[in-house]
């Protein structure tokens, strides 16, 4: 007999199997890696929130201790994300918007505990809290970044979780160990810290450290710890989480970074890579309407890059100059990259948030201009990247409020959702099921299904 499925049912389990979902636990409405399947971002849900305040349409806020920049994923009925606490005081206050004079050379001198905090979806209970390691930091952070800010990653039957100076761990869904493998502590660009998260494919985990002493890229049985390839990378830091692209003719890795985008193959063997990125590189890449995007967009570079890129490429592909195409590239914006903040494409369109409060858009599959900068009424200063559903694009700038701007080739504001939040807010938010799971700095709610 056949089951007939619900028509949006049956697109979310279609989305899933194009992402190369690795284990049957996965269900559709689980939002298992960094903004979600495939990196994008967008949910086709109905009946997501898109009104909300500190006090209406909150199924529930649960305060969580510590700091962390991890997004929170969803598995099942539960909610995981990571958090790094100090035995005595508190880290120290990082103002918001873009500044220099955010480095430190030296590393907090007291114990800190390394934790994965799962909550019930549906309550905010904490049902467990597990700290992974004890210590004191060997490695020092920009105040505005943290120790946790690696977002998890799951099969639907484990969760894996990445701390860039520690280590690298598997646990149940219950919270119990499987395994660990200690990573040591690696320089980065003025001590920043890091921030690459790992992604999931078909048994493997592959994790990329961009740092200034020996960066690499490895993949990892899921299954055991064990490493089965690592490939040394001519790169410094950079903080951009990889992308494993499925397209109609491959299945690839793609890299991004400060020297060279790279591409690799599911063995490590490089198969093309492009130059023309700016100095730092953070956001993620992602794939819509058969093309790669990847953005760089250091503020104070002349290049700050969105390319759009076609499958099959080989060899060197990269533009020559004052070229926006070749036969690889369909189309580049010199200079239209955010900074911290990765792009979104929802519909035809590509959106782009750029960290000082200005929103563009561009045509997803020309690159041609839809509308310039446009100013988001009291948007300020931003750092998670923007997701969308029911026609609309939400934007969490880092004082908690969400500016809610209707998709389209028009601006126009629609609403602005503020959450009292005592601390910034950097985390990118999980869109589970009718549920908005977002964190701030002292708190996750969930936003919607009640």
């Not at 220099?100 to 907090?108: H, I, M, V, Y």
């Not at 591409?263 to 790669?292: F, N, V």
């Not at 953005?295 to 070229?323: M, T, V």
Request: aromatic share 10%.
């Amino acid at each position: 007999m056949i089951r007939r499925l619900p028509l949006l049912t049956f697109r979310l389990l279609i989305l899933g199997t194009l992402v190369g979902c690795s284990s049957p636990l996965v269900r559709a409405e689980d939002w298992t890696q960094f903004r979600g399947p495939m990196g994008r971002g967008v949910s086709d849900a109905v009946g997501l929130p898109d009104r909300w305040n500190e006090t209406d349409n909150i199924a529930w806020k649960t305060p969580i201790a510590g700091r962390g920049w991890s997004s929170p994923i969803v598995v099942g009925d539960r909610v995981f994300l990571t958090t790094v606490t100090r035995d005595t005081g508190k880290p120290e206050d990082a103002k918001p918007g873009l500044y220099f004079g955010g480095n430190r050379d030296k590393p907090a001198d007291t114990p800190h505990a390394w934790k994965v905090i799962c909550l019930n979806l549906n309550t905010g209970e904490v049902l467990w809290d597990k700290p992974l390691h004890q210590g004191k930091p060997q490695t020092s952070r920009h105040i505005k970044n943290s120790y946790a800010s690696e977002t998890p990653v799951s099969d639907g039957e484990r969760i894996y979780v990445l701390f860039g100076d520690v280590g690298m761990y598997c646990l149940t869904l219950d919270g119990d160990l499987v395994w660990e493998k200690p990573l040591p502590p690696c320089k980065t660009r003025f001590d920043w810290g890091t921030a690459a998260s790992p992604v999931l494919h078909d048994g493997r985990l592959y994790f990329v450290s961009d740092n200034e002493e020996a960066s690499y890229l490895a993949a990892i049985d899921a299954k055991t710890g064990e490493q089965i390839w690592r490939v040394d990378r001519d790169e410094k830091s950079n903080w951009a989480t990889p992308f494993i692209w499925e397209n109609e003719l491959r299945t690839e890795i793609i890299t991004p970074g400060t020297g060279r985008i790279r591409s690799y193959d599911l063995g490590g063997k490089q198969l093309y890579e492009l130059a023309g990125c700016s100095s730092i590189t953070i956001a993620t890449p992602y794939s819509a309407h058969g093309l790669l995007y990847v953005s760089s967009g250091y503020i104070n570079d002349k290049n700050r890059p969105i390319f759009a890129i076609r499958p099959g490429a080989s060899g060197d592909i990269s533009l020559g100059d004052d070229a926006t195409s070749n036969e690889f590239i369909a189309w580049c914006q010199p200079q239209g990259a955010p900074y911290n903040p990765s792009t979104l494409v929802y519909g035809d369109q590509l959106y782009v948030l750029y960290d000082r409060g200005l929103m563009a858009s561009y045509d997803a599959q020309t690159g041609e201009l839809i509308y310039e900068k446009q100013r988001i009424p009291q948007g300020r200063s931003f750092t998670s990247s923007p997701w969308a559903y029911n026609g609309k694009i939400f934007c969490l700038n880092e004082f908690g409020a969400t500016s809610v701007i209707k998709a389209g080739r028009d601006f126009q504001l629609l609403d602005a959702n503020e959450l009292q939040s005592e601390e910034l807010c950097m985390a990118t938010p999980a869109l589970a099921g009718l549920r908005l799971v977002l964190r701030t700095g002292d708190a996750v709610y969930c936003i919607g299904g009640k």
